[in-house]
């Protein structure tokens, strides 16, 4: 389990420093084209450059998930244009925010926001945040494939299978305003450092001299050779693979 948190206040390189040096390896942050709370390239330059894995999150307005397939097509092309702009490598995840109460009435609608957004979204992973009636109705729909789940009217239920948990939400930290998070694994995160190696060179040097290095070693020696491989997709800008004996 790593240690995280989401904000809608843009960081500089003192308060990504300041947060990493307080135990968290992760922030969500808002990818959406526009406005005061956006991401950038440079602000994801010094997350990564402190040493913080970042979430993607694409919300414009708490309900937008209510318009449906029209809007989850439109959606999934800017999130996808702006994940390029701010140097988001293709693999990792966009989340899309259903930031309010769903009825079950509103989750065919839902569904299909969802499932449109991952269909303008090639090449990367499609991800949803919401409540945990919202994480089961759409990871039971099949349309998406990272799960990003609120306590918030969750009503004390914890979804199975979810890839982070918001626990926590409005305080303060650093001097801004955040939520808490947890993730288990898997998330789909990237770091905004920049990168020397390709994605492709370090994918052959992983499978010609690493994927068969420990194929009859101790699960210790598993351990550290996915470790050794993360240091690659790291210094490439690719997301993370987890493995546990």
Request: hydrophobic residues 40%; charged residues 25%; aromatic residues 12%.
């Amino acid at each position: 389990m790593t240690q995280g948190f989401d904000c809608a206040t843009p960081l500089n390189a003192t308060l990504a420093a300041a947060f990493k040096a307080q135990g968290f390896d992760f922030v969500c942050r808002y990818l959406v084209p526009q406005g005061w709370k956006r991401l950038t390239r440079e602000e994801a330059e010094a997350i990564g450059e402190a040493g913080l894995h970042i979430v993607s999150v694409y919300e414009t307005t708490a309900d937008r998930a209510l318009g449906g397939r029209e809007a989850g097509l439109r959606d999934g092309a800017a999130a996808v244009q702006t994940a390029k702009a701010v140097g988001q490598p293709e693999g990792s995840a966009i989340y899309f925010a259903v930031d309010f109460d769903a009825t079950a009435a509103q989750m065919p609608t839902v569904i299909d926001y969802i499932r449109a957004a991952g269909e303008t979204a090639p090449g990367y992973l499609t991800g949803v945040y919401g409540s945990c009636s919202v994480i089961e109705a759409v990871r039971d729909a099949g349309v998406c494939s990272r799960y990003w789940q609120t306590y918030a009217w969750s009503r004390g239920r914890k979804a199975d299978g979810i890839h982070i948990y918001q626990y926590r939400n409005d305080i303060r930290a650093n001097g801004i305003g955040i939520d808490l998070d947890e993730s288990y694994g898997d998330e789909g995160w990237w770091s905004g450092v920049g990168y020397r190696l390709k994605a492709e060179d370090v994918n052959e040097i992983i499978e010609r001299f690493l994927a068969h290095e420990f194929d009859k070693a101790s699960d210790a020696d598993k351990v550290r050779r996915n470790e050794l491989a993360n240091e690659l997709r790291k210094a490439s800008g690719q997301p993370l693979h987890y493995y546990e004996p």
